[in-house]
């Protein structure tokens, strides 16, 4: 069955320090791909990141970058030099066939 | 607009009355999502839409729901003798092509309170 664990309900960092958020999937197929949203308190999903199951590279954009570690099944998402805005909810999915599967998500506290 | 618009932003209704939530996808996207995420949990995948046809319709829970896009643009998901359980925000999302790397870009969402 496909699943999307994300084991850390909230998470807390300061600004400017570095966090990763968890995430490890399950699949029997070869090929998938992971994503990482954002999801502020208005609610709407802002995509941040996309890895293919066979990107050798670890996808990075800006501040994101995505911890692929294949064998251990796990993608988890590095943040970067923290902001006051980066504070919301966080989920990582996983894309098999046609849909998004999501995790539960992750709440990330940003303080100064 | 630029993005993924759905209305009502927020409905509340009455348990056994029926409703329809409206997405207007980006223009050009042939793919459409429709999500239901409940209070602190993740978004569960309802239906896929591939221009007018519903290519994957597996996540609907059960046949209260239905959801149409007759033209390939605007979608309607469609629900009918709601329950209190219905309770949870919608969410739609298109992408371009709906391939597996393609990022979908999602609304914001219609609140529904079945009450």
Same mark, same amino acid.
């Given at each position: 069955?496909?699943?999307?664990?994300?084991?850390?309900?909230?998470?807390?960092?300061?600004?400017?320090?570095?966090?990763?958020?968890?995430?490890?999937?399950?699949?029997?197929?070869?090929?998938?791909?992971?994503?990482?949203?954002?999801?502020?308190?208005?609610?709407?999903?802002?995509?941040?990141?996309?890895?293919?199951?066979?990107?050798?590279?670890?996808?990075?954009?800006?501040?994101?970058?995505?911890?692929?570690?294949?064998?251990?099944?796990?993608?988890?998402?590095?943040?970067?030099?923290?902001?006051?805005?980066?504070?919301?909810?966080?989920?990582?999915?996983?894309?098999?066939?046609?849909?998004?599967?999501?995790?539960?998500?992750?709440?990330?506290?940003?303080?100064? | 607009?630029?993005?993924?618009?759905?209305?009502?932003?927020?409905?509340?209704?009455?348990?056994?009355?029926?409703?329809?939530?409206?997405?207007?996808?980006?223009?050009?996207?042939?793919? $459409?999502?429709?999500? &239901?995420?409940?209070? !602190?949990?993740?978004?569960?995948? /309802?239906?896929?839409?591939?221009? +007018? *046809?519903?290519?994957?319709?597996?996540?609907?829970?059960?046949?209260?729901?239905?959801?149409?896009?007759?033209?390939?643009?605007?979608?309607? $998901?469609?629900?009918? &003798?709601?329950?209190? !359980?219905?309770?949870?925000?919608? /969410?739609?999302?298109?992408?371009? +092509? *709906?391939?597996?790397?393609?990022?979908?870009?999602?609304?914001?969402?219609?609140?529904?309170?079945?009450?």
């Amino acid at each position: 069955a496909q699943k999307i664990t994300q084991t850390q309900p909230g998470m807390f960092v300061q600004e400017k320090e570095a966090v990763t958020l968890d995430c490890t999937y399950d699949t029997s197929d070869q090929s998938y791909g992971l994503f990482w949203y954002k999801q502020p308190s208005s609610g709407e999903m802002i995509f941040l990141i996309y890895q293919g199951s066979y990107d050798e590279q670890n996808a990075t954009e800006g501040r994101y970058s995505l911890n692929f570690q294949k064998a251990r099944k796990s993608a988890n998402l590095v943040i970067s030099a923290s902001q006051l805005g980066d504070s919301a909810m966080y989920f990582c999915a996983m894309s098999v066939g046609t849909a998004l599967i999501f995790g539960k998500g992750t709440t990330l506290s940003v303080s100064s | 607009g630029a993005g993924v618009s759905q209305t009502p932003s927020n409905k509340v209704t009455e348990k056994g009355k029926y409703v329809e939530l409206r997405c207007d996808p980006i223009s050009g996207h042939t793919a $459409l999502y429709w999500y &239901r995420q409940s209070l !602190g949990q993740g978004p569960e995948f /309802l239906i896929y839409f591939q221009g +007018t *046809g519903a290519a994957d319709d597996s996540g609907l829970p059960n046949d209260r729901f239905f959801a149409v896009r007759p033209e390939g643009s605007v979608s309607t $998901l469609k629900i009918q &003798r709601t329950e209190r !359980g219905d309770s949870a925000v919608y /969410l739609c999302a298109s992408s371009l +092509t *709906g391939g597996r790397g393609t990022e979908a870009f999602f609304g914001q969402g219609t609140r529904l309170t079945v009450v």
